[in-house]
């Protein structure tokens, strides 16, 4: 073994831990950052939700960003598809409306919690081999450094010392490594879990909530078009300037 092999394969070992090291920061990151707005739009959504008077109020939020808002958008689509003049006559439709919402929630929550745990197992497999990949560099230069002592014949501790050292070194890397994403993967599990539950305790409410509306929804109404319209204006209506003008010329042809 060659001390040029065993030193690009020490070195090689390095880089790869120092490659492992960027990804766990730059994930801890993403990952930081996506809970961050998770808990944000949630709080918001879940604000304006139980602030409206009825579910129908609730189903004419503007505000779908969050898990949870996409749950209940998922659940207000579902209601509205379930009503007698839109039903599909389809397999997925010979259910009951409540076994079809609760399932079409179930189905969000799943792609929620497939977001939520994207980038853990990457976490987990650097948390893991870590430590491994810095013992095999450590036992690569080990062994490398033992061949070369053996060529010098001299055992004395300066020249053991040195070689030794320097392999220990992925050793020590391997781990610095491993700690952050050991630590970071069972933290944003933690959070994985808490917003887990938030969605469960959510769609149980949704449901009742629907029931007590025997699962209708009225689709939003149409805004009318054409010279003959209404506006809304801070909140109350006012008649079209078109359509005051045809009132006034009546008035005075009267």
């Not at 739009?41 to 969050?66: T, V």
């Not at 805004?223 to 005075?252: C, D, M, N, Q």
């Amino acid at each position: 073994m060659s001390d040029i092999t065993s030193t690009a394969i020490v070195d090689g070992t390095l880089w790869v831990l120092i490659g492992f090291s960027v990804a766990t920061w730059a994930l801890i990151l993403v990952k930081g950052i996506q809970h961050l707005r998770i808990s944000h739009h949630n709080r918001i959504f879940n604000k304006q939700f139980w602030s409206a008077p009825d579910l129908q109020a609730a189903s004419e939020l503007k505000i779908y960003q969050g898990p949870v808002a996409r749950v209940a958008q998922a659940g207000f689509i579902t209601l509205v598809e379930t009503d007698s003049g839109t039903t599909t006559h389809d397999l997925e439709h010979t259910v009951d409306r409540q076994e079809l919402l609760d399932r079409r929630l179930r189905q969000q929550m799943q792609k929620e919690r497939g977001a939520l745990e994207s980038g853990l197992a990457i976490l987990a497999t650097i948390g893991s081999v870590s430590p491994f990949v810095g013992l095999f560099g450590t036992v690569w230069g080990i062994m490398g450094a033992l061949t070369s002592i053996s060529k010098s014949g001299s055992a004395s501790l300066d020249v053991v010392a040195g070689p030794i050292g320097e392999a220990l070194i992925a050793t020590a890397v391997g781990i610095a490594v491993a700690v952050p994403a050991v630590i970071a993967y069972n933290f944003f599990i933690r959070r994985n879990k808490i917003a887990w539950a938030l969605l469960d305790d959510f769609a149980i409410d949704f449901v009742h909530l629907a029931l007590k509306t025997s699962f209708i929804i009225k689709r939003p109404a149409p805004k009318p078009t054409g010279p003959y319209r209404v506006a809304e204006v801070g909140g109350k209506e006012s008649f079209s300037k078109i359509e005051h003008e045809e009132l006034h010329a009546k008035g005075a042809q009267a």
